[in-house]
Antibody, heavy 118, light 110 residues
Framework: EVQLVESGGGLVQPGGSLRLSCAASGFTVSSNYMSWVRQAPGKGLEWVSVIYSGGSTYYADSVKGRFTISRDNSKNTLYLQMNSLRAEDTAVYYC????????????WGQGTLVTVSS | SYVLTQPPSVSVAPGQTARITCGGNNIGSKSVHWYQQKPGQAPVLVVYDDSDRPSGIPERFSGSNSGNTATLTISRVEAGDEADYYCQVWDSSSDHPGGVFGGGTKLTVL
């Protein structure tokens, strides 16, 4: 059974940093495309970043230069390093597997809340 | 960047058919995916590649895509279908590809 479990969210001050983790089971992270998607309170879904199986990474303009997506193959875990956090980064962050054929998000974690506030 | 436009809300009576649209420039040339999100829960994929259903999704959920509009159709609507629905495409047209979501549509079952 495919399962994704995020962790690492919390309250952080503006300008601070946080690292989110997404532990996967039932499939191999390094063999799949993986993404982070976020949802600000009461708002819609916003794509954040993707890492391809080959290692290429891409980011939304809103986070480029501040966020870094990575993975640890030995732990079968996806990460999102978030630096220079702003109030507008406050959101529930979901990790999701990207189906490499359709580029749909076929499995999602339960999400972890990041609050950026002083 | 590519923009997807959805109506903020759609209302339908139980047993009727709900249609949720997703507009985009020549969206018919792209693969469109649809997600259902209930309050406090993660999104769930209900239609992919315009009209295919993942395992476990009822046949009442169907999709179409042509021209500048993709449509999610929910037949014989039930109270449990009340949720937010999002369309999504993958924008590979630039040198920095990525996912694009519509703004979401709140489906209310009257």
């Amino acid at each position: 059974e495919v399962q994704l479990v995020e962790s690492g969210g919390g309250l952080v001050q503006p300008g601070g940093s946080l690292r989110l983790s997404c532990a996967a089971s039932g499939f191999t992270v390094s063999s799949n495309y993986m993404s982070w998607v976020r949802q600000a309170p009461g708002k819609g879904l916003e794509w954040v970043s993707v890492i391809y199986s080959g290692g290429s990474t891409y980011y939304a303009d809103s986070v480029k230069g501040r966020f870094t997506i990575s993975r640890d193959n030995s732990k079968n875990t996806l990460y999102l390093q978030m630096n220079s956090l702003r109030a507008e980064d406050t959101a529930v962050y979901y990790c999701a597997r990207v189906d490499s054929g359709s580029y749909s998000f076929d499995y999602w974690g339960q999400g972890t809340l990041v609050t950026v506030s002083s | 960047s590519y923009v997807l436009t959805q109506p903020p809300s759609v209302s339908v009576a139980p047993g009727q058919t709900a249609r949720i649209t997703c507009g985009g420039n020549n969206i018919g040339s792209k693969s469109v995916h649809w997600y259902q999100q209930k309050p406090g829960q993660a999104p769930v994929l209900v239609v992919y590649d315009d009209s295919d259903r993942p395992s476990g999704i009822p046949e009442r959920f169907s999709g179409s895509n042509s021209g500048n509009t993709a449509t999610l159709t929910i037949s014989r609507v039930e109270a449990g279908d009340e949720a937010d629905y999002y369309c999504q495409v993958w924008d590979s047209s630039s040198d920095h590809p990525g996912g694009v979501f519509g703004g979401g549509t709140k489906l209310t079952v009257l």
